[in-house]
């Protein structure tokens, strides 16, 4: 049982323009969420989070929303560069010690 | 560079046998976390550790084991190997909760 869903295995956008990146989750306990942003032969490292009470976070080019009533977060990425070609995994916590990963999607910034 | 080192890399190994992956956490990190990549799954979480002891343990197989020394860095042993273990396993470390955990490059076990 996947808690925790990326449904676009794959995303490919022209530079300047916006990606968007979308995650499910099923769990209503899961209280804080993170994006995570990996490039090949590298470990994931983390990039913007947000906690359940909000609905908003921002950090310069990048801003995650939260739809609660919908279990749905997205990421945002405007303009979005070449540089930020990697994958990008969601994940959860519900405040314990393990964070629950989707399975990343891909993005591709066309130059 | 996350100060998360883990070795070996990379690592082939047959089906049947043992193996043992090493991570060094953060200067002052006492936690630890290891995660499982299968292809094209997510990171599974497995195990966490906290200044010696097991804290929280996640679908980690009875195969598998890990430990975590006084000088904090952590082994993660993985015995009769399946092909199915093929994976990148990541290791993790933070001063605080799992939210704030920093990743190290991975090491890639392939059982053939």
């Known amino acids: 049982d996947q808690q925790v869903k990326q449904n676009s295995p794959s995303l490919s956008v022209q530079e300047g323009r916006i990606s968007i990146l979308n995650c499910d989750y099923t769990n209503s306990m899961f209280d804080y969420f993170l994006w995570y942003k990996k490039y090949p032969a590298e470990g994931p490292t983390f990039l913007i989070s947000?906690?359940?009470?909000?609905d908003k976070n921002e950090d310069g080019r990048f801003t995650v929303f939260l739809n609660k009533s919908a279990k749905h977060l997205s990421l945002h990425i405007v303009p979005s560069q070449p540089g930020d070609s990697a994958v990008y995994f969601c994940?959860?916590?519900?405040?314990?010690?393990?964070?629950?990963f989707g399975k990343g999607t891909k993005l591709s910034v066309i130059p | 560079d996350s100060g998360v080192t883990q070795t070996p890399k990379h690592l082939i190994t047959a089906t049947g046998q043992r193996v043992t992956l090493r991570c060094s956490p953060r200067?002052?990190?006492?936690?630890v976390y290891w995660y499982q990549q299968s292809l094209d799954q997510g990171l599974q979480f497995l195990i966490q550790?906290?200044?010696?002891?097991?804290?929280a343990k996640g679908n980690i197989l009875e195969r598998f084991s890990a430990q975590q020394f006084p000088d904090l860095h952590s082994e993660l042993n993985l015995s009769s190997l399946e092909l199915g273990d093929s994976a990148l396993y990541f290791c993790?470390?933070?001063?605080?909760?799992?939210?704030?955990?920093?990743f190290g490059q991975g090491t890639r076990l392939t059982v053939v």
């Open positions: 200067s002052g990190d006492l936690s």
């Open positions: 550790y906290y200044n010696g002891e097991e804290r």
């Open positions: 993790a470390s933070s001063a605080t909760g799992a939210n704030e955990a920093f």
């Open positions: 947000i906690s359940s009470i909000k």
């Open positions: 994940a959860a916590n519900t405040g314990s010690y393990q964070l629950t």
